[in-house]
């Protein structure tokens, strides 16, 4: 297995757990393909991808193309000589890069494929409440996660956990699975099942994260909201907008809710203690924990409290 050489295509700090796995296993890794760096910042500084900065430090050749279809980019990737291509978190391929290898390209996907195809499966699975999710390993194809699946694991989801703590979770699975692929890559023993035999899956979607679909409905009942928040967070959290007594209207980042066994009388309004925050939802009362009013910092119900009352705060929707 140490023969094979692998190549990794990816960008983010997820990524980069992938990468720690594959090499802590001993693997053979050829090269890494990731983004370009581009200016971020207030300074507007380089910046370069975590998947980057994991090659620079462990002088594993690196290729930033700008186009994938570059011809110059497809002569230095065919130099690597790869057996196979490991893909997390990564730009859609040309079939001229994933047809390279002879071993194939494959891809981790953070859902039980084809379950939440698409570009935010860890955030979608939470906003809808499911209570078990995992990951999948599969052969890419033409269309977007659609190919055939080599290997899955499944994992429980903690009924209060939020999405930034099962991303970190899956971190971890994840750098078991994708070894794991390779181990049955290196042995000629995969046997990929076609997306089409899991007759059992909702094959439901995981769309782009947008302001429209990350936007708190209050009419909604408790505890789909708290599914919401959870889901989004940390990024890029779900919002609102708050009225003050003024008559401004500020957005505001909702991070963390908690559900309340006080029952609420669906007037959509903040009430408080003297350190909890609440909403009367439909049901019950559903209590804000932390969240960020624009223009402040993010900080806990109890700081905002000592020096902001909710009797000058209404929740605005139109």
Not at 80 to 100: G, I
Not at 136 to 160: A, C, H
């Amino acid at each position: 297995m140490n023969n094979l050489r692998i190549v990794f295509m990816g960008t983010p700090h997820f990524s980069v757990g992938i990468l720690e796995a594959i090499q802590s296993a001993g693997l053979n890794l050829a090269g890494i393909v990731t983004v370009a760096d581009k200016p971020a910042g207030r300074g507007q500084l380089m910046h370069e991808s975590p998947v980057k900065q994991f090659g620079v430090r462990n002088n594993i050749p690196v290729l930033q193309p700008l186009k994938l279809k570059d011809p110059d980019f497809i002569s230095e990737l065919a130099a690597l000589n790869a057996d196979v291509f490991v893909v997390v978190a990564f730009r859609m391929l040309p079939s001229e890069v994933w047809k390279m290898p002879k071993k194939g390209t494959f891809n981790l996907h953070a859902s039980l494929l084809p379950d939440y195809r698409g570009a935010a499966p860890i955030n979608w699975t939470i906003i809808n409440g499911d209570t078990e999710t995992g990951l999948s390993t599969f052969f890419i194809d033409e269309e977007i996660d659609t190919g055939n699946v080599i290997k899955q694991v499944r994992m429980p989801i903690g009924e209060n956990e939020s999405a930034g703590e099962l991303h970190d979770r899956m971190i971890l699975e994840g750098g078991k699975l994708v070894v794991e692929t390779l181990q049955d890559i290196s042995s000629d023993s995969v046997k990929p099942i076609p997306q089409t035999e899991f007759t059992h899956s909702q094959k439901r979607p995981a769309p782009k994260l947008f302001k429209e679909n990350t936007n708190i409905t209050w009419t909604e009942t408790p505890e789909t909201i708290h599914n919401l928040v959870r889901g989004l967070c940390p990024y890029p959290s779900a919002w609102t907008t708050w009225k003050n007594v003024k008559g401004e209207l500020k957005n505001v980042k909702v991070f963390q809710t908690r559900l309340s066994d006080e029952k609420g009388n669906g007037t959509i309004q903040l009430s408080s203690t003297k350190t909890q925050l609440f909403v009367d939802t439909k049901d019950q009362k559903l209590e804000i924990v932390e969240f960020q009013v624009e223009g402040k910092k993010k900080m806990s119900a109890k700081e905002w409290l000592v020096g902001n009352s909710a009797a000058e705060w209404t929740i605005f929707f139109e």
